[in-house]
């Protein structure tokens, strides 16, 4: 059975920094990629970050770049998200997915593109 599980989340307030982590386990995603999306109340599950892991590329969201740092271990099927200068609109429950797929980072912004979540940890921001 495949496990995705999130930690890292809390509250902080703007302008601080926030790491999250995300640990896979049951099957390795060495070939596919592994990705952090989040989710607002009211609003639909979004693009965050993510890292392909043939050649190591990373893609983010236009709102979170320059802010946000996506890092891992696909050896240990191990993703993190390193975030900085948070703004009371990144609040939201972050999500780490994972993906078998290889493809472009356009497909992998998709929610579709991932068979694997986790549960989400809550990321608040206060101003």
């Known amino acids: 059975q495949v496990q995705l599980v999130e930690s890292g989340g809390g509250l902080v307030q703007a302008g601080g920094s926030l790491r999250l982590s995300c640990a896979a386990s049951?099957?390795?995603?060495?070939?596919?990629?592994m990705a952090w999306f989040r989710q607002a109340p009211g609003k639909e599950r979004e693009f965050v970050a993510v890292?392909?892991?043939?050649?190591?590329?990373?893609s983010y969201a236009d709102s979170v770049k320059g802010r946000f740092t996506i890092s891992g271990d696909n050896t240990k099927n191990t993703v993190y998200l390193q975030m900085d200068s948070l703004k009371p609109e990144d609040t939201a429950v972050y999500y780490c997915?994972?993906?078998?797929?290889?493809?472009?980072?356009?497909?992998?912004?998709?929610?579709?593109?991932?068979?694997?979540w986790g549960q989400g940890t809550q990321v608040t921001v206060s101003s």
């Open positions: 997915a994972a993906s078998t797929v290889v493809a472009g980072s356009a497909y992998l912004a998709r929610t579709s593109a991932y068979g694997y």
């Open positions: 890292v392909r892991w043939s050649g190591v590329i990373t």
């Open positions: 049951g099957r390795t995603f060495s070939s596919g990629a």
